[in-house]
């Protein structure tokens, strides 16, 4: 059950309406806690008040899932990170900024004979080493830099045997031109950030081929 409160509070002259959900006193010390953890600055008082609700209600998610994973519902179980403030629909706008393409692939192979090789039951590449460590994108749509990243890190690997990690800052920075030939690769943000809203790896892709190569990250570091 939810219980809607309002808030009429005098300042100056002016007053100012909330409307705020029940939070749990419970919560608080968490609360506060997740706050430090994460270092969340919020604009004001209701924008925290906002977090609050949306926070509780994914916390409220992880626990009953968790405890259904430990009733053996689920093989997993969630955990608390930095997104736990914000709701699914502005996780969806911000983080999933991959864009499908619209060309039509007019050169494929419609036929291709099998190898007949033995497929193995699972591969974990992480353990043969072709794979980097978690990388966090922040608040940017530039998922689609980190695939790309981590497709050019594992076939470098393969061929060098060399582990490097790749610049998702260098695609998100530089590839400007490529949006004209692909509309959907480039959108300034709002911000001014490079890339924020999505793009495609295609294009990415076709900007180390005509670049020569793509910085290392160590050298040209991820701030989006």
Do not use: M
């Given at each position: 059950m939810q219980i809607h409160v309002i808030l009429c509070t005098v300042l100056f002259g002016n007053t100012v309406s909330i409307s705020l959900k029940f939070t749990s006193f419970r919560l608080d010390n968490e609360w506060e806690l997740y706050k430090k953890s994460y270092n969340k600055i919020y604009a004001d008082n209701n924008e925290e008040i906002q977090r609050r609700v949306i926070w509780e209600d994914n916390v409220r998610f992880i626990e009953h899932h968790n405890m259904a994973a430990d009733r053996g519902e689920h093989t997993y179980w969630l955990g608390i990170n930095h997104f736990a403030d914000m709701s699914e629909k502005e996780v969806t706008q911000k983080m999933k900024g991959y864009k499908m393409s619209r060309d039509v692939i007019k050169d494929g192979s419609s036929?291709?004979?099998?190898?007949?090789?033995?497929?193995?039951?699972?591969?974990?590449?992480?353990?043969?080493?072709?794979?980097?460590?978690?990388?966090?994108?922040?608040?940017?749509?530039?998922?689609?830099?980190?695939?790309?990243?981590?497709?050019?890190?594992?076939?470098?690997?393969?061929?060098?045997?060399?582990?490097?990690?790749?610049?998702?800052?260098?695609?998100?920075?530089?590839?400007?031109?490529?949006?004209?030939?692909?509309?959907?690769?480039?959108?300034?943000?709002?911000?001014?950030?490079?890339?924020?809203?999505?793009?495609?790896?295609?294009?990415?892709?076709?900007?180390?081929?005509?670049?020569?190569?793509?910085?290392?990250?160590?050298?040209?570091?991820?701030?989006?």
């Open positions: 036929y291709l004979p099998p190898n007949n090789v033995q497929v193995p039951d699972e591969v974990d590449w992480r353990q043969k080493g072709y794979v980097t460590p978690v990388k966090d994108q922040g608040q940017c749509g530039s998922c689609w830099s980190f695939s790309s990243t981590g497709a050019l890190e594992g076939q470098h690997f393969r061929k060098t045997g060399q582990l490097v990690s790749l610049s998702e800052q260098n695609l998100v920075d530089c590839t400007f031109k490529y949006a004209q030939a692909q509309p959907c690769l480039y959108i300034l943000s709002i911000k001014g950030s490079a890339g924020c809203n999505g793009g495609l790896c295609s294009g990415a892709a076709q900007y180390v081929k005509d670049n020569n190569g793509i910085d290392a990250e160590s050298f040209y570091p991820y701030g989006s």
